[in-house]
């Protein structure tokens, strides 16, 4: 799940920082991963527009991550042999991961997009009225726990407020999160 997420994030950010124009291709011509992603791209569309391009380069992220995965966890299978989880569970190194030909790659890429992107300037911003609006809907259900749907209610008395409360915000999708908080607070 770990690296699904990874692979996903990563894949995610990329083209969103692209399209948000927090980063720019030009930028990303120096990262090992993103030129074998352009060049598929090149191959496959060699008439495309620039702004195809960049789409097709950052699917063809999120597929060579997940291609990489599936062999590369597929081969560490192999070696290993196991016979049951707990085989897997034991191993002395980790068996699902991207292979180490791609690893320092995608490596680079994750070490850029902490540079250029996680620290922006907006994405700092996001990040605060993220954390600001969570406080702010935390707080709310707090003080009315009734707010809570029931399933949630009928928890309390076993887990405890704040708990069950923290469980609930964490299981909200972002949209739902705004949603919520909008009706709430009345903004």
Not at 29 to 36: D, K, N, Q
Not at 38 to 65: G, K, S, Y
């Amino acid at each position: 799940m770990d690296l699904a997420d990874e692979i996903a994030y990563t894949a995610a950010d990329l083209y969103d920082a692209l399209a948000a124009g927090w980063i720019a291709v030009e930028q990303l011509r120096g990262l090992e991963l993103w030129r074998m992603a352009w060049d598929r791209a090149l191959t496959e569309a060699p008439e495309a527009r620039a702004v195809h391009l960049r789409i097709q380069a950052c699917r063809n992220v999120l597929a060579m991550l997940a291609e990489d995965v599936i062999v590369a966890t597929g081969r560490g299978l192999v070696r290993l042999g196991p016979t049951r989880p707990a085989d897997i569970q034991a191993a002395a190194n980790r068996v699902a991961g991207f292979s180490d030909e791609l690893a320092p790659a995608v490596g680079q890429l994750q070490t850029f997009l902490h540079e250029n992107v996680y620290n922006h300037p907006q994405a700092r911003q996001q990040d605060a009225r993220a954390a600001r609006t969570i406080r702010e809907l935390f707080s709310a259900y707090i003080a009315q726990p009734e707010l809570l749907p029931p399933r949630y209610q009928r928890r309390i008395d076993i887990d405890g407020l704040h708990r069950v409360v923290c469980d609930y915000i964490a299981g909200m999708t972002d949209r739902f999160c705004r949603q919520e908080h909008r009706r709430l607070s009345g903004t």
